[in-house]
């Protein structure tokens, strides 16, 4: 399909997905309103005029969120758990958005009932919707409707590799109307298949760059005024997808190893302070009583700083509060032998360094609470992986490994909700991270903290 038109199909079906919020938002209303439910006692609720400011987040935070999260993506391969799967993120976004809008803006939501409701009704609406769609477009194809004509031009081998790498659903979205060996016949054969077959799209398919050649191919495209797509599989980049950006006027193709700067970055950055500066004034009586124990228990400072590798190995100063005991440092060489994590990362079950107390707070993760500075100044987040000494870090042996410093570090993320120190290869914790880099969201964000909670309070896999 053109993209521009796959541009604007998508923007109709969010459209379509507005009104379906919007809609299956005020019915809701209604069956509360009118207690067509099949509960006891319900109490009159306020008219609707009360309820349009969850209207107001709904309808447009709705299909946007449910764009990031790729529910509009693949619509002929998804399964029905996927697109649960997708609708179940968007949802706990949205949640996050009206909590946010019910504490800082002090709006009020009349009845939680109706957000029940709702909540019910809508995966139900939108994979009614999703499915009417795709019957639809498999009869069209079914009565001998074809996608978009366009011509394949390029390598032979690269061309063949191109057609078998695509699945059944994805060959009913264009219908190839001729392929041009480029090698053999050159850019003036494309250029009559052009005019022959009025296409407004060619994909280019070529081996090893044959910078040459491409060139004369777009070039040409361009004086016909077609559309010319490059297929860079001949990069085999297997985990980073491309993406086309202007720098300084000069065209780049890029591939990126992380997330890109979005409206979803934004708002994990903003979600990371508020909820630093929150915690640190709700958990003030905590840390206060945390430093007069450390304070009263073992000579030394109440806090440890320690420089560890932030975003892209850029050092800080990461802060604790003190668990070990004076000189604790120094006294890591001596214990090297007794390390049971492999790789560059130094853990050991009953560390001697370790205070009583010390091993208390470890056990409950209070030790960490100072972080929430780090946090609040930027130089860490609530989720991602977690930062590691400058020392550990240079003692890398693979390159590979330095894709965990790729994001900004966290106060937890994956490896401390699947064991924390229970995890004894440092490859192990490392795949955890990479994991969470190669599929973060803000969804994933919230699914984390939401098992961070019983982690720390019941203190699994903490030394």
């Known amino acids: 399909m053109n993209a521009r038109r796959q541009e604007i199909n998508l923007q109709v079906t969010q459209i379509i997905d507005a009104l379906l919020l919007g809609t299956v938002f005020w019915f809701a209303h209604f069956l509360r309103s009118h207690r067509l439910i099949i509960l ?6 306020d008219s609707f005029d009360s309820f349009v400011w969850i209207l107001a987040v709904i309808v447009p935070f709705g299909p946007y969120l449910l764009e990031k999260q790729g529910f509009y993506n693949y619509t002929l391969e998804k399964t029905l758990g996927k697109s ?7 949802a706990l976004q949205l949640f996050l958005i009206l909590s946010v809008a019910v504490i800082f803006l002090r709006l009020e939501v009349p009845s939680r009932s109706v957000l029940i409701l709702f909540a019910l009704i809508i995966p139900l609406a939108l994979l009614v919707r999703e499915r009417a769609m795709l019957v639809y477009y498999l009869r069209k194809v079914r009565q001998g409707a074809k996608g978009e004509r366009l011509i394949l031009a390029g390598e032979k081998q690269s061309m063949s590799d191109f057609l078998s790498s695509l699945s059944d659903f994805q060959r009913q979205e264009f219908y190839v109307v001729e392929q041009i060996d480029l090698q053999l016949h050159g850019v003036e054969r494309l ?5 022959l077959h009025s296409v407004g799209r060619v994909i280019l398919a070529f081996g090893r760059m044959e910078l040459e050649k491409v060139e004369r191919a777009i070039e040409a495209c361009e004086l016909e005024g077609v559309e010319a797509w490059l297929n860079v599989g001949f990069l085999h980049a297997s985990v980073a997808p491309p993406s086309f950006e202007s720098m300084a006027r000069h065209p780049m193709l890029v591939f990126r190893m992380t997330p890109e700067a979005s409206w979803s970055m934004v708002f994990k950055n903003a979600m ?14 905590v840390l206060l009583l945390v430093a007069l124990a450390i304070k009263l228990t073992s000579p030394g400072p109440v806090l440890f700083c320690q420089r560890r590798a932030g975003l892209h190995g850029r050092p800080f100063n990461m802060w604790k509060f003190r668990t070990m005991c004076s000189g604790a440092e120094v006294m890591r060489s001596s214990l090297e032998q007794g390390n049971q994590m492999s790789g560059p990362v130094f853990k050991m079950d009953n560390d001697p360094r370790i205070t009583p107390l010390g ?6 993760s209070l030790d960490e609470f100072p972080q929430l500075f780090n946090v609040l100044k930027g130089e860490m987040s609530l989720v991602g992986p977690r930062p590691l000494p400058i020392y550990e870090i240079e003692k890398f042996e693979l390159l590979a490994h330095r894709r965990r410093l790729s994001m ?15 995890v004894t290869q440092f490859e ?33 896999g903490a030394k």
């Not at 006891?40 to 609720?45: E, N």
């Open 359 to 364: 091993r208390w707070l470890r056990r409950t």
């Open 84 to 90: 649960l799967e997708q609708m179940g993120r968007s």
């Open 272 to 285: 990371d302070r508020c909820g630093a500066l929150v915690l640190l004034v709700v958990l003030q009586p």
């Open 408 to 422: 900004k570090p966290g106060l937890t993320c994956i490896w401390q909700v699947r064991g924390r120190n229970a």
């Open 428 to 460: 192990d914790w490392v795949r955890m991270d990479l994991e969470y880099i190669d599929n973060w969201s803000m969804g994933l964000d919230l699914y984390l903290i939401f098992l961070t909670i019983p982690v720390v309070i019941l203190g699994r």
């Open 40 to 45: 006891d006692d319900l109490p009159a609720i």
């Open 191 to 195: 250029i009559e298949a052009m005019h």
